[in-house]
């Protein structure tokens, strides 16, 4: 699925092992139209009988995922249209979240905000080092209300608040290791790809019953996330038209220029 603006969420299939590409030239930054394809891709992979694992990445070489478009944030007007954009961040989590094979996430660089919370929602991240991590949304007026969920249930309270109230602080990979986020951390690409294809192999030649079972109580006690990551989108939709949130967005966005 290719975008006019360049973004893509790309599927392909081989040997039981599904690899899910998400892309955008801002920094794989995440518009509402890649979130909704790559909800659309993940779900339709979790019910393919081909499937027996799904590997999700992004391509490039900085960063893996700069979280929500920029440009997406500052053009909403009103609290319907805040609501519908990040409830898009809420899908995907519980796609992940409720797909019952297992997700592997290919971490080749810097995750911001949403892009912690598609690592925190993976049931396993291998990553590089230099993949420094770093929930900024309280810097521009917001808060990282509906990825919270997934990331405290990875790294938990303590380590989640420390994330979202420095908010300007990036934490670095061997930090995201030792609290969890990360299964494994990697010297360099190769070795994380060649670890990456060793377990998804694996998993692609084990028991697809007993892997939905062991997702469901991976996942046990996250039944209520329909509805809690839509309350939570919902308080971000109406933070986001804050006059604060604005010129925040705008002076980061002159920076980039």
């Given at each position: 699925?290719?975008?006019?603006?360049?973004?893509?969420?790309?599927?392909?299939?081989?040997?039981?092992?599904?690899?899910?590409?998400?892309?955008?030239p801002?920094?794989n930054?995440?518009?509402a139209k890649?979130?909704?394809?790559l909800?659309?891709?993940?779900?339709?992979?979790?019910t393919?009988?081909?499937?027996?694992?799904?590997?999700?990445?992004?391509?490039?070489?900085?960063?893996?995922?700069?979280?929500a478009?920029f440009d997406?944030?500052v053009?909403?007007?009103?609290?319907?249209?805040?609501?519908k954009?990040?409830?898009?961040?809420?899908?995907?989590?519980?796609t992940?979240?409720?797909?019952?094979?297992?997700?592997?996430?290919?971490?080749?660089?810097?995750?911001?905000?949403?892009?912690?919370?598609?690592?925190?929602?993976?049931?396993?991240?291998?990553a590089v080092?230099?993949?420094?991590?770093k929930?900024?949304?309280?810097a521009?007026?917001?808060?990282p209300?509906?990825v919270?969920?997934?990331?405290?249930r990875?790294?938990?309270?303590?380590?989640?608040?420390?994330?979202a109230?420095?908010?300007?602080?990036?934490?670095?990979?061997?930090?995201?290791?030792?609290?969890?986020?990360?299964?494994e951390l990697?010297?360099?690409?190769?070795?994380?790809?060649?670890?990456?294809?060793?377990?998804?192999?694996?998993?692609?030649?084990?028991?697809?019953e007993?892997?939905a079972?062991?997702?469901?109580?991976?996942w046990?006690?996250?039944?209520n996330?329909?509805d809690l990551?839509?309350?939570?989108?919902?308080i971000?939709?109406?933070?986001?038209?804050?006059?604060?949130t604005?010129?925040?967005?705008e002076?980061?966005?002159a920076?980039?220029a």
């Amino acid at each position: 699925m290719v975008h006019e603006n360049n973004g893509h969420v790309k599927t392909e299939t081989h040997q039981g092992i599904t690899t899910i590409e998400f892309y955008h030239p801002q920094s794989n930054s995440l518009p509402a139209k890649v979130l909704e394809d790559l909800a659309h891709e993940i779900h339709f992979a979790g019910t393919h009988d081909e499937t027996k694992v799904i590997i999700l990445k992004s391509p490039g070489e900085k960063a893996f995922c700069a979280g929500a478009s920029f440009d997406e944030l500052v053009a909403i007007k009103n609290e319907a249209e805040g609501l519908k954009f990040f409830s898009g961040f809420a899908h995907v989590i519980n796609t992940m979240r409720k797909c019952p094979k297992f997700i592997i996430a290919r971490v080749h660089g810097k995750c911001v905000g949403g892009g912690v919370g598609i690592a925190a929602a993976a049931d396993y991240a291998i990553a590089v080092e230099g993949a420094d991590i770093k929930l900024s949304e309280l810097a521009v007026g917001i808060g990282p209300f509906v990825v919270g969920p997934a990331v405290e249930r990875k790294i938990g309270a303590g380590a989640f608040s420390a994330l979202a109230i420095d908010a300007a602080c990036w934490r670095n990979s061997e930090w995201a290791k030792r609290k969890g986020l990360f299964s494994e951390l990697h010297i360099n690409l190769e070795n994380m790809d060649e670890a990456i294809q060793r377990l998804a192999n694996t998993l692609a030649n084990s028991s697809p019953e007993a892997m939905a079972e062991m997702k469901k109580m991976f996942w046990k006690g996250t039944e209520n996330w329909d509805d809690l990551l839509k309350e939570r989108a919902a308080i971000s939709g109406r933070l986001v038209l804050s006059d604060f949130t604005k010129a925040a967005i705008e002076k980061f966005k002159a920076k980039k220029a």
